[in-house]
């Protein structure tokens, strides 16, 4: 049965869990005040981009899409920062996310050194993932500052709830594809107006679950899929998110029990992220000329082959200074020796748990692979 969940309930369950969890009854209600004045501002910058560029908004068109889809911390910020930098496309920047009106980004601009030291990317965890408003982010982002909804909502608030609210972010149970793909298209329209490109290359964790829908909207989009060892991708994933939540609210010094469940909910969705795609992929959900399959382990070992195959998948040019960027990076990949360790009974975890929940993961693109 599909369920349906308004703006106003998904506010009033947002404020009682960061109440009940955090103790934060009155912040909440300052910040949400403040992001009501917030919408207005976007609201009228945006019928400003309409009086003044509709005829550009409507000429320009979403063409040959690159998307980036894996779970978090599987490479795709590495892939991601590197393809938008070197000439293949463009990307939106957090603060084009937040301020989606080129009217309004115009008037910010100047402003952005002043605004990235009260960001709430201050609160990120510099160590796993380094941001600021103006790199280069996952378009999930995009949703929860639009509709305060999706997987980020789920991942850093939803999950904390005593009832299981995975239902309100799952495509099978809560279907807003139509919604939030109009809305990507809008955005990015204005990404490529003004980043002065004309093609986008996106970032979105989420279509793992509902990646038929994504290429049903945008058929001529080209995916690139990334591929880590489970017991690399699900503890750091588990960290990236943890370490946002210390440096905010103190998660570790939070009560075991609160802490415990939290990570048994964000554990089982990040799992879950895995089953869909794979679900889709062995049974032919997927038009899989559409999509690459990119290894983690082969994007550090063999770097310049697979940018070759990513090139020639993405039609894509390779100049002379891209090939020679290219096998610099390839060297630097090689020798890099990752300075992050997870310790999996932090999380509760165990290796064959992992093993044993992920199984479909090594046996169809990892075991596979290395025969």
């Known amino acids: 049965m599909k369920i349906r969940v308004s703006i106003l309930k998904r506010i009033f369950k947002v404020y009682t869990i960061l109440g009940k969890t955090f103790g934060t009854w009155l912040s909440p209600i300052i910040t949400g005040l403040g992001n009501l004045l917030f919408k207005i501002l976007i609201f009228l910058g945006s019928i400003f981009d309409y009086l003044l560029l509709l005829p550009k908004l ?156 994504f290429l049903n909207h945008f058929p001529d989009a080209k995916i690139l899929y990334m591929v880590r060892d489970p017991l690399s991708v699900i503890p750091s994933g588990l960290s990236l998110v943890t370490g946002v939540l210390d440096k905010k609210f103190g998660f570790w010094k939070l009560e075991k029990e609160k802490r415990d469940h939290f990570i048994e909910k964000l554990y089982t969705a990040l799992v879950e992220l895995l089953k869909r795609f794979h679900y889709d992929w062995t049974n032919n959900n997927l038009d899989k000329n559409k999509i690459m399959i990119v290894h983690f382990d082969r994007m ?15 039609n894509s040019e390779m100049t002379d200074t891209l090939k020679s960027d290219i096998y610099k990076t390839a060297e630097s990949q090689r020798s890099f020796k990752s300075k992050h360790k997870y310790d999996l009974e932090k999380f509760g975890l165990t290796e064959q748990k992992i093993k044993d929940d992920c199984h479909f993961i090594y046996e169809t693109f990892l075991n596979a692979n290395e025969n």
Not at 172 to 177: I, L, P
């Open 300 to 314: 550090m070992k063999d770097f310049d082959g697979l940018m070759s195959e990513i090139i020639e998948f993405t």
């Open 58 to 213: 409507r000429s320009t068109k979403i063409k040959n899409p690159i998307l980036i889809v894996g779970n978090p911390r599987s490479g795709t910020t590495f892939l991601h920062h590197y393809l938008t930098s070197h000439g293949l496309g463009t990307g939106s920047q957090l603060w084009q996310m937040l301020f989606p009106s080129i009217i309004l980004q115009k008037l910010i601009k100047p402003f952005l050194p002043i605004l990235e030291k009260i960001s709430p990317t201050r609160h990120h965890s510099t160590a796993a993932h380094k941001t600021s408003l103006q790199s280069v982010e996952t378009d999930d982002a995009s949703i929860l500052f639009r509709y305060l909804d999706g997987f980020f909502l789920y991942g850093f608030i939803l999950s904390w709830d005593t009832e299981d609210l995975f239902d309100w972010v799952d495509p099978k149970k809560r279907d807003t594809s139509n919604r939030d793909f109009n809305w990507l298209e809008s955005m990015w329209k204005r990404v490529l107006i003004s980043n002065n490109q004309t093609r986008i290359i996106g970032k979105l964790f989420s279509i793992s679950a509902n990646m038929p829908k």
